[in-house]
């Protein structure tokens, strides 16, 4: 016998047996979907907690708080770099965001990142946009909207 033909008894059973493995291997987990996310942030400056809405299966309505960060003004506006913290109604579920505002006296612009999640949102992740639209002097409703994955 060659060594040629030497390998070859070698390889032969190693294949089969990584063929019989994959064969009783469990099916991967399908990618998954992506889906548009909309919240509605009614923020009111004077409350340490303020109410949201949104479109998230089992979190249609909650709480949201400041986190960690905050705004910086000058003349023509600011911006606001920071986290804030939504809690879905019952407590058992919720998720941070981290995003970055642009702001003045016509509201706000900015972008966000889902920074974590927890309870039944565990591990989902996604990012968007928002917009803020004043409704009083102390009060402004920031709408979030993007994709959660």
């Excluded at 998230?56 to 911006?79: E, K, M, Q, S």
């Amino acid at each position: 016998m060659n060594r040629f033909q030497r390998r070859s008894l070698l390889v032969v059973p190693a294949a089969a047996a990584l063929a019989i493995a994959a064969l009783g291997a469990a099916p991967a987990q399908a990618a998954p979907v992506g889906f548009s996310v909309s919240i509605t942030a009614h923020t009111d400056f004077l409350l340490d907690a303020s109410p949201f809405t949104s479109n998230l299966p089992g979190c249609a309505t909650g709480t949201v708080v400041n986190g960690a960060g905050g705004g910086n003004g000058t003349p023509w506006g600011g911006v606001f770099v920071g986290t804030k913290s939504f809690t879905c109604a019952g407590g058992t579920s919720g998720f941070d965001i981290s995003l970055r505002a642009r702001f003045g006296g016509g509201g706000s612009t900015g972008g966000w990142v889902l920074a974590g999640a927890w309870g039944d949102l565990a591990g989902v992740k996604g990012s968007g946009s928002l917009v803020g639209i004043p409704v009083s002097d102390t009060a402004i409703d920031d709408i979030y909207t993007g994709k959660l994955r």
